[in-house]
């Protein structure tokens, strides 16, 4: 609010996917074979998302941008 932006948007995303990282994770790694494993029960807003669904929601949001603040968590960028 103090610097007066029209619109503000905040993406909170669960545990992001990327493929072809460079260095290997292993929280990372074993956090999404867990996600994978249990993704029946898991809630929507808890999975586990591509850094591609992120882009792209964030893409969408660019170009057509809403007055306000908005926070859009996992289960509103899988939307996109």
Known sequence: NALHFISTYHFRPSLLIA????????????????????NLVIPRSHKAIKVEDVAQAMLQEGL????GLHILDSENIQRY
């Open 64 to 67: 057509n941008p809403k007055v």
């Open 19 to 38: 493929p072809n990282r460079p260095k290997f994770r292993f929280g990372e790694s074993l956090g999404a074979f867990f996600l994978k494993l249990f």
